[in-house]
């Protein structure tokens, strides 16, 4: 259904995107966030989903900068041990550039918001601590919480997490609800990656619809 094309970061650093432009007029648009395997069938998927209901969604390929081209359906222990390899030499703050890249390049049909699962959760969170031409966040079980904890958003952003996850403890999740008692922080009866249908010892059908309604809900009130 959609793209892959290429975009370049502001420092020239040109790498692996996907892009699905929807029928008819854009709402706006949203950059998709990858889990920790890359623009894999997943992340596809949640792009094309996007560009259903109404809005320009892409993907950047964020690991690209160490390894080109890196995508994966392997979420058994090898994946794990590459993923492990890969984390070593990646970089935030480039990571950051990448993100703003893909935002800049569907800022033309109007806000932008963005949204990420596991790795790209924490992302999402990240981005709306720097904003990066950024309306809104909806992110899902950003694993590593203590890390972003203190990062104060600068927009509108909401979180999902399921009361299972064994990387993320729910004293976790109520910390950061201290932390930013304004802010939603949905919980839901799931564990860890219960929007990847791919991965059927993780997903969890119910929850993913209900915290899919409450992200499409979400942005039509913040990129409208």
Known sequence: MGDRIKLTSSDGFTFNAYRTTPAGKPKGAVVVIQEVWGLNNFVRAEVDRYATEGYVAIAPALFDRVELGYESQDYGPTGFAHIGELMQNFSHDTARLDVEAAVKAVADVGKVGITGYC????????????GLGLAAASGYYGGGVPSYI???????????????????????????????????????????????????????????????????????????
Do not use: S
């Open 119 to 130: 790795f790209g959760g924490a992302t999402a969170w990240r981005a709306a601590h720097f």
């Open 150 to 224: 203190g990062l104060a958003p600068t927009m509108p952003l909401e979180m999902h997490y399921g009361d299972n996850d064994k990387g993320i403890p729910l004293e976790q999740i109520n910390e950061l609800r201290a932390a930013h008692p304004d802010l939603p922080i949905y919980v839901y009866p799931a564990g860890h990656g219960f929007c990847n249908f791919e991965r059927p010892e993780n997903y969890n059908a119910e929850a993913a619809k209900l915290a899919n309604q409450r992200t499409l809900a979400f942005f039509a009130k913040h990129l409208a």
